[in-house]
């Protein structure tokens, strides 16, 4: 059944102002003919099963029964009265039977199922036709505005599972599909490291058929082009092909979603000044005057940088029983070792105030329990931190840790096992990469890169405190000027005192510690 509209071109001496009118009239005259053909089909008397009988027997007595009776079945199943398929199929078995043919149930089965679907689309498709040419009228009588918008025209919509775009036309708006699915912005999250500043978008989808897409973080930059929407969500979603169509669907989730929240997240540690107040940022939130700030959202990046996680601060005797765990520290080792790698810890949050323009070094051979005592001093921005889990190692590029000591504001960032190894080659790339970091801690610079656009990036460089350990001392007189080293030897750790302190790091006491020391800076961050 063939259900297009004709649309007749015009000839050279007809008037173009004429043209749409006339394509109403045909659009008029296409809706009154197919509605009497659903009237007819409707006011034909429905028939009973017998007379179906008498209609199969006479198409298997033709010479091409298999033909004659899918020419017969579908009328017939178009009058018939509702009955299940299984029991229909049963009926045309036994008439078979009763003219001596031998077919299968299953060919049967099919044959009827056939026939009663061809029925079902040619009325689904002449109830489309209809519809979508009573669609053309009404938009074309409100001069082609989508109903309830007559003064800011939205010229999408979410129907069926999909989004449309209503193109103008000369007859008025046609629906184009843009994709096979739906899709909103949820939500507006800016990125904050610190250095810049970077704009990201939530989006969630479904597919027509109600499948739910993952959520899709794409940036503001990525998002124009709606490559997103195949590398976040695979080949099922499909944005269709067409000129100006990836534009449309851009502009189309945009209004659809309406008023979008938008939400800062920081991506560094380390004090930010928020709404007049200072507060300190770490992975679980922030700290200020008053304690805990829950609703100050804080992801520093991947990796152990998340472990920098602090307790709500302690009060009371709980603020003298977690200082004295952490002065205990000092009876681990000589004075000399203990009493600048404790200060280091206190040291670092200061940074914001008179930045830290020095590493601290531990330098010792293997079994002088140096990574432990590192790892004690990180423990108090995390009690996750360990000697098997620290945010650093030498083994990263130098391009990995200057980032990772630039998100770690105000805070220690251990950078564990420097001992130089291989080739000649490696040994020389060890020390340069060593040079390079460390280098930036001192002098307060990151190395300088350009954009493609000619534009200078970011400066990434350390804005915290450094705390290293190693077997060998990097190279340079210039360079060992910008770190404090401290030598360890064997057996000046006391192993007893070290275990107790590390059970203290693992309950959070040494964080707890920090936590309280922070609370009491805040209010003393102003000059």
């Not at 309830?148 to 007859?171: C, F, H, L, Q």
């Not at 940088?305 to 009060?315: K, Q």
């Amino acid at each position: 059944v063939e259900l297009a509209l004709p649309l007749p071109e015009p000839s050279p001496r007809e008037d173009e102002r004429s043209r749409p009118e006339q394509l109403l009239v045909q659009a008029r005259q296409e809706i009154e003919r197919l509605q009497m053909e659903e009237a007819e089909e409707a006011a034909q008397p429905t028939l009973e099963w017998k007379e179906v009988e008498e209609i199969l027997a006479e198409a298997l007595r033709s010479e091409d029964p298999i033909t004659a009776l899918e020419q017969a079945v579908v009328p017939a199943l178009a009058r018939l009265v509702p009955i299940q398929l299984d029991d229909a199929t049963s009926r045309v078995f036994k008439a078979y039977s009763k003219n001596g043919y031998r077919v299968t149930l299953k060919t049967l089965k099919k044959v009827v199922q056939g026939a009663r679907e061809k029925a079902d689309q040619v009325r689904q498709a002449r109830r489309a036709r209809i519809e979508e040419l009573q669609e053309i009228l009404r938009r074309s009588e409100d001069g082609g505005r989508p109903q309830g918008t007559p003064s800011a025209p939205n010229p999408y919509e979410m129907i069926d599972g999909i989004i449309r775009y209503w193109k103008g036309t000369p007859v008025g708006p046609v629906s184009v599909p843009l994709c096979n699915f739906t899709a909103r912005i949820t939500g507006e999250e800016m990125r904050d490291d610190g250095a810049e500043q970077t704009l990201v978008f939530t989006i969630e989808g479904r597919m027509a058929d109600g499948a739910v897409l993952p959520r899709a973080e794409v940036s503001a930059a990525n998002y124009p082009a709606m490559g997103w929407v195949t590398s976040g969500w695979g080949t099922a979603p499909v944005v269709y092909a067409g000129q100006g169509t990836k534009d449309h669907l851009r502009v189309a989730l945009q209004l659809l979603s309406g008023r979008v929240p938008r939400r800062t997240v920081f991506q560094h540690l380390g004090w930010r000044r928020n709404k007049g107040t200072w507060l300190y940022l770490h992975a679980g939130g922030a700290i200020g005057p008053q304690g805990a700030v829950r609703e100050i959202l804080v992801k520093p990046g991947d990796g152990r940088l998340c472990d920098y996680r602090l307790p709500d601060p302690p009060e009371g005797d709980d603020l003298q029983i977690v200082i004295r765990a952490s002065l205990s520290l000092l009876e681990l080792a000589p004075p000399m070792i203990t009493y600048p790698l404790l200060a280091g810890v206190y040291r670092a949050p200061l940074s914001e105030a008179a930045f830290v323009d020095f590493s601290l070094f531990l330098s010792g051979p293997t079994g002088c329990q140096k990574t432990e005592l590192t790892a004690l001093a990180q423990a108090h921005y995390g009690p996750d931190f360990h000697g098997k889990s620290l945010p650093g190692n030498w083994s990263a590029t130098a391009n990995t840790l200057e980032k990772q000591a630039f998100l770690a504001k105000d805070a220690i960032f251990v950078v564990d096992d420097f001992a130089p190894g291989g080739t000649t080659s490696d040994v020389q790339r060890l020390h340069r990469e060593a040079d390079r970091v460390l280098r930036a801690q001192g002098n307060r610079a990151g190395r300088g890169r350009m954009k493609p656009d000619g534009t200078l990036r970011p400066e990434y460089f350390p804005r915290g405190l450094i705390l290293s350990s190693g077997e060998d001392i990097p190279q340079g007189r210039s360079l060992r000027s910008r770190l404090w080293i401290l030598e360890l030897s064997p057996g000046q750790v006391d192993l007893r005192e070290l275990t107790r302190a590390q059970e203290d790091a693992a309950r959070g006491l040494l964080a707890r510690a920090l936590a309280g020391y922070l609370q009491w800076l805040a209010p003393q961050m102003d000059p």
